[in-house]
């Protein structure tokens, strides 16, 4: 079963808008790990974020928000005043107590940013 | 301190030949971690090692991939008998004893042709 699901595959937006990628998780654990990373054309994984089953405040890294909602089961992020390097798929994942370093990811939302 | 190294970067094999794909982690670092990411898909994981030993195989195909991660030098993905549909990108990640964050490598594109 699919554990960590993005149903957005892909987002068009005009440079300077707001975009938001969705993510929905699903564990029995009371323990757990949210990451969101991006994956630029060039193919690496970039670390964006890692948050804790146990802290649902919001998070905001200059651009960049996280809206975690454990009542949904969702950790959403949003990135505000997108510009054309934002372009990237962008990975939601799960990693759960019994195997901390086996991420679990979701299938990807291609964000796409036009000038 | 340098990050997760995988090598070689990019790999092209004919069906029927093997691929080793290697990963040296992080200094320090005694986990590694190997998922596969095929076209247009997010990342499956593969095979969880510490050193010497397999933690966790369940994303491993059962027939042709083989990992190790021996007590001296790189993390080896062992591919035999490649076919087309093992095209993919191999990433690698590892991660210190305890932690809950894995630091993954820039990953090694194997084209079968």
């Known amino acids: 079963a699919q554990k960590v699901t993005q149903a957005q595959t892909e987002i068009s937006v005009v440079e300077k808008e707001d975009v938001t990628l969705d993510c929905v998780y699903e564990t029995r654990d009371t323990t757990y790990y949210l990451f969101w990373y991006k994956q630029p054309p060039s193919g690496e994984l970039v670390f964006l974020i890692r948050?804790?089953?146990?802290?649902?405040q919001n998070e905001i890294s200059g651009r960049y928000s996280w809206n975690f909602q454990k009542s949904t089961s969702s950790f959403n992020f949003t990135i505000t005043a997108s510009q054309v390097v934002d372009s990237a798929v962008y990975f939601c994942a799960l990693s759960e107590a019994d195997s901390w370093g086996k991420l679990q990811f979701g299938a990807g939302t291609q964000v796409v940013v036009t000038p | 301190n340098a990050g997760v190294m995988q090598n070689p970067r990019h790999l092209v094999r004919r069906r029927g030949q093997e691929a080793r794909l290697r990963c040296s982690p992080m200094?320090?670092?005694?986990?590694v971690y190997w998922y596969r990411q095929l076209p247009e898909e997010g990342l499956k994981f593969m095979v969880y090692l510490q050193k010497e030993n397999i933690i966790d195989e369940s994303g491993m195909p059962k027939e042709r991939f083989s990992a190790e991660f021996p007590k001296e030098g790189p993390s080896i993905l062992r591919i035999q008998q490649v076919v087309r549909g093992d095209s993919a990108a191999y990433f690698c990640?590892?991660?210190?004893?305890?932690?809950?964050?894995?630091?993954f490598g820039q990953g090694t594109r194997l084209t079968v042709v």
């Open positions: 990640a590892s991660s210190p004893q305890g932690v809950t964050e894995a630091f």
């Open positions: 948050r804790n089953s146990f802290d649902e």
């Open positions: 200094k320090g670092h005694s986990h």
